[in-house]
């Protein structure tokens, strides 16, 4: 059956692409590790591009006007993996769709929102963190209240529970309850 044949490790791993810069530069570098290496082929999903890809994604929340540079980067390490044959363009895709997809699941609830007209995040004056619910079409709760204590008339609230603190002094049933209140000894220098 296929698939369920032992491991043929005699075939030997390739530098593939990488062998011209050996051969360039006149050094031993990558044909030995390669030839030596146990991983002959290249995995499925790239790490390559799931790497670049998640660094720019995160690059370019970070610095939104940078985008074009990392999205350049993340092509050009496409391009590499691919002319020096190292990865397949469905190892690319696969590693980039992985990335893209946990990055944009930890975007949406940790890292911190963008602000408009801020290059950079140590420019901003708060910070909210996780999508914007009004995106989604909700509403924010503070959107129709007042600094005012009106929304408290008729709830079970200090007025009409009658447990607010003392206002006059002579009305005070606080006297020597509190750890702030004198004590015998204070009132009696």
């Known amino acids: ?15 593939a ?13 990558y044909t030995p590790t390669f030839t030596g290496s146990p991983m002959v082929f290249g995995a499925f999903p790239s790490l390559h591009a799931g790497s670049a890809v998640m660094e ?12 074009p540079l990392f999205a350049a980067y993340t092509l ?16 690319l895709v696969g590693g980039s769709l992985l990335s893209g997809v946990i990055f ?8 911190p929102r963008q602000q408009p007209n801020k290059f950079l995040r140590w420019d901003y004056d708060f910070v909210e ?19 005012t204590d009106d929304w408290t008339v008729g709830s079970s609230s200090s007025v009409s529970s009658d447990s607010r603190s003392p206002i006059d002094e002579s009305d ?8 702030a209140s004198h004590s015998d000894p204070e009132a009696q220098r």
């Open 76 to 91: 050009w390490l496409w391009w590499a993996t691919m002319y020096l044959s190292h990865h397949y363009a469905v190892d």
């Open 1 to 15: 059956m296929y698939g369920l044949a032992p491991a043929n490790y005699s075939i030997h791993g390739s530098p």
């Open 172 to 179: 005070s049933c606080w006297e020597g309850a509190t750890l």
């Open 56 to 67: 720019a994604l995160f690059m370019s929340h970070v610095f939104p006007r940078l985008t």
């Open 104 to 111: 944009h699941i930890v975007k949406s609830k940790f890292l």
């Open 17 to 29: 692409g990488l062998a011209a810069i050996d051969k360039l530069f006149g050094i031993a570098l």
């Open 129 to 147: 963190v996780g999508d914007d619910p009004a995106e989604k079409g909700y509403v924010s709760i503070e959107s129709g209240t007042e600094d």
